[in-house]
């Protein structure tokens, strides 16, 4: 069960958050004299985020699918994957060009297929300042093929500080919740001569 309050908390931090970047996906003029309607004094709910979030991310000549491609490398970690063995993840600009450190406003994307390289599900991170400090801030979603969001076995949307994504996310080295980096993080720390270290940050 989750309390009235908790959904309204979660939706004010949400679409606090995502007033940033709903400005910086608005205010990229289309060079067409079409005047976006004004957009709403309240705030978007929750269900409006998760599609205005998809259309952002599918968004025509800019789609995810144009962005760089990290793949973790196979690590021999023992970490349980659920995700699907063939997958592809993708990063914005802003995460690919500080992948060990991925910035606020960093996004990373995970295309899951079949085994007939059909794609069966897109999962997303979204780094937002100040959204969920002790977990890096990171706001979790995932969609289903048609992108829309994809529920859990007791039909709760699988987006938010979802609880079960973070605990085995937690297990990735660096403290920063993402795998696909880890081996750029071990680069640059021995590039750096510090002995890497997963829970004390060297000062620089
Ligand atoms: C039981 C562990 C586990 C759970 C639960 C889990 N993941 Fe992952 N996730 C992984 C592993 C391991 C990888 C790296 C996979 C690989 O090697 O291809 C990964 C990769 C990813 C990536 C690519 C970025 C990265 O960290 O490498 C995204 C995005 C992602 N997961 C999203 C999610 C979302 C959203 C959820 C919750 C709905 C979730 N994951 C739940 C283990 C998990």
Redesign the pocket.
Known sequence: MISKAAVTSLSVLVVASIAGWSTFAYSQGSGSSRVDPPRATRPQTPDEFYSSFWSFLAKKDAAYNTWKVI??V??DDG?????SNI?K?YVNKIAADDAANLPISSI???EDYDDNRKRQSV???YRIKDYDKEHGNWY???YQENGSV?RDSDDKV?AGK?A??V???S??NGND?????DAIKSESDSKRGDKPDETVKPKE
Do not use: D, G, Q
């Open positions: 793949n973790r196979k690590a970490i349980e994957n659920p995700h997958s993840t990373l994307v995970r999962s997303v991170l979790w979603i995932k994809a699988i979802v079960s994504c605990a085995c996310h297990k990735a919740f993402v795998f696909s980096n």
